[in-house]
Structure formats: structure tokens, C-alpha cells
């Protein structure tokens, strides 16, 4: 069975051997591709980076020095900005593992992950307290 390659979603369909047909219909979107014409180059990935005469990176540039700043941010200066870091540091952690974004600032996620989470616990806690502290308060008045 012939393996054809829509154009436009990049969707592959199997075709029986014979064909009768001069076209198929994409099955995702629909679109009337001509099996007589030749295929379309795919377009260039705009996140393929050239580092050097031999090594090519692939994927999306890396946040991990954002990453890292938000996360020792939450801290020292904003406990909430730990939230952000934490979540950024997952979503980009998993992108890397799945080869859809550059690997090299891993490490870099990596910590601003984790200081993400600590401030993220630290905050709560904080909150804990102050909830603590204002029904102290409260039933000091009553």
C-alpha cells in the first residue's frame, strides 16, 4: 500500500495498491491533492538554529534563564512569581525530554524549576500563617 502525504496538514494516508483515482481527499482537512503532481518540499521549521560548522539544534530556543530568574525572584523578592516557574520549568522540562525544544539550557530550567516550587510552598505556607494570624486577631476582638 502506497503511503501519501498531504501537502497542506502533512496528514499520511495509506492508498490501496490500486488507485483508480488521479486525486485523493485528505482526510483531516479535506483538501483535493493531485497524486500526479510532484510533492511539496515542507516548509522550513523556523526553530531549527545553527549552532556551529556541525551541530544543529533542534526546537524551540530554551526559557531557562527566565525561568531561573522568576524562580529566585519567588525567593527573595515575590513569593508569587514562584507559580509561574514552577509551571514554565514543567511545560519546557517535558517539551525537552520530547525533543521539541533545545536541550542545552536543561540544567538552567532544571533549577529554576525546583526554586520555583520552594517558593511556591514557602508562599502557601505564608498564606497559611497569615490566616492563622488574622483569626488570632479577629478572636482577640470578639
Known sequence: MPVVTCPF?????????F????????PRCAAVVSLSAPPLSPP???FDLEEGPTRTVRG????????????ILSLIVCAPLGVFAWAMGSSDLEMMRR?????SGEGVTQAGYVCGIIGT???AIGVIFAIMY???IA????
Open 134 to 136: 488574622l483569626g488570632l
Open 44 to 46: 522550513p521549521n523556523p
Open 99 to 103: 525533543g521539541r525544544m533545545d536541550r
Open 139 to 142: 478572636a482577640m476582638f470578639v
Open 9 to 17: 496538514c502533512y496528514t499520511h494516508a495509506s492508498l490501496p495498491d
Open 19 to 26: 488507485w483508480p483515482h488521479s486525486e485523493y481527499t485528505c
Open 121 to 123: 510552598v514557602f508562599f
Open 60 to 71: 524551540r530556543p530554551h526559557r531557562g534563564g527566565l525561568i531561573l530568574a522568576l524562580g
